[in-house]
């Protein structure tokens, strides 16, 4: 089992930053994509980034450019700093860890852009 437990998520300007982090516990061993997912009130939970164990990333086409993914394999932790926040990137924020094609979750921190 792995356990994700999210931080860093709150109420921010529009414009304004945050950086989420995901710490990673239990049997972390051999754990190779992770990545964030946001769900938005009422919609479906999508993918904003991933990144490989070997560090290779990818993003959704509304996040390029604003957002950034990294990852501390050594503290088990991966991050996603946000800039240029926009009131649509309101949304409650999932880690996700796959783990030999078993896919775990956290519980999700809120994100609100909002003036």
């Known amino acids: 089992q792995v356990q994700l437990v999210e931080s860093g998520g709150g109420l921010v300007q529009p414009g304004g930053s945050l950086r989420l982090s995901c710490a990673a516990s239990?049997?972390?061993?051999?754990?190779?994509?992770m990545g964030w997912y946001r769900q938005a009130l009422g919609k479906q939970r999508d993918l904003v980034a991933a990144?490989?164990?070997?560090?290779?990333?990818d993003y959704a086409h509304s996040v390029k450019g604003r957002f950034t993914i990294s990852r501390d394999n050594a503290k088990k932790t991966v991050y996603l700093q946000m800039n240029s926040l926009k009131p649509e990137d309101t949304a409650v924020y999932y880690c996700?860890?796959?783990?030999?094609?078993?896919?775990?979750w956290g519980t999700g921190t809120l994100v609100t852009v909002s003036s």
């Open positions: 996700n860890a796959d783990q030999n094609g078993i896919y775990y």
């Open positions: 239990g049997s972390i061993l051999s754990i190779g994509v």
């Open positions: 990144i490989t164990s070997g560090g290779r990333t």
